[in-house]
């Protein structure tokens, strides 16, 4: 890491950066989330949109890290059970994503926030979360996209790869090694892969405002209420598209 992205690099968050304790990362990442106001405004936001996707019944959070969507949730009368490969919590399940301890059949929704750009084998995940989802039950993902601006954002400005050449295998990887292309790639050859879930809808979203508030990771580069502001100004269509949205919003359903 460049000196200058160090520099950036949230207080909380410094003084951990590469030294390898995921557990210690994950409770800064907490902080930063009752700390900063912004990531919370722009979560919430995608939260809302997921929110209105959700079938009726059980919810399952894969990868749920610091339970925000857990909190997010109940605070609206919804229960959410929580599952990640790291103990944390507000870790309802600590397990791997490919071996759910979850019956066949038995779920509704399956919703995973920055998580699946994390798996080794994320079409493996998906056609596991197929298995066990009911009829009509959907998964449900926000994830990064790599478009034609989302390319330079991620290459240059974000500290996660962009590796299009990427394959599925059953090599070991590190949790917190992210590839901003695998959702990409995998929501392209999911329905030709998986063939009982099929794209119920894909939004675009983000240009702007979420680089500029440096997510967990960074320091924001302008006031909140600056970058709220221009959050807003981007949910005209003209930003969300696949040549210069950053996020994409996605919902899978499995047939009936």
């Not at 038995?106 to 699946?116: C, G, K, P, Q, T």
Request: charge should be positive.
């Amino acid at each position: 890491m460049s000196p200058l992205k160090h520099a950036l690099l949230n207080p909380e968050v410094r003084p951990l950066w590469g030294n390898g304790d995921e557990a210690q990362l994950l409770a800064a990442y907490e902080r930063v989330w009752s700390r900063k106001t912004i990531i919370r405004q722009l979560y919430e936001t995608w939260y809302e949109r997921i929110a209105t996707e959700l079938q009726p019944g059980s919810i399952i959070e894969v990868g749920a890290g610091t339970g925000n969507l857990k909190r997010w949730l109940k605070a609206r009368g919804r229960a959410c059970w929580t599952l990640d490969i790291l103990p944390g919590k507000y870790v309802d399940v600590q397990a791997d994503a490919l071996q759910m301890p979850l019956a066949a059949g038995s779920v509704d929704n399956i919703v995973m926030v920055d998580a699946l750009h994390h798996f080794a084998r994320p079409l493996a995940f998906l056609k596991h979360a197929a298995e066990v989802l009911r009829p009509r039950g959907r998964i449900l993902l926000i994830e990064p996209y790599v478009s034609v601006w989302g390319r330079f954002v991620y290459r240059y400005l974000h500290h996660e790869r962009v590796d299009f050449d990427f394959g599925e295998s059953t090599a070991s990887k590190e949790a917190w090694d992210g590839n901003a292309a695998i959702p990409r790639l995998t929501l392209a050859r999911v329905e030709q892969e998986i063939h009982d879930l099929r794209i119920r809808r894909i939004n675009y979203c983000e240009f702007l405002a979420y680089p500029l508030s440096g997510g967990f990771s960074y320091r924001s580069l302008l006031p909140g209420p600056v970058l709220l502001a221009l959050h807003r100004l981007e949910q005209a269509r003209l930003f969300q598209n696949r040549t210069l949205s950053l996020r994409v919003i996605a919902v899978l359903e499995k047939s009936a």
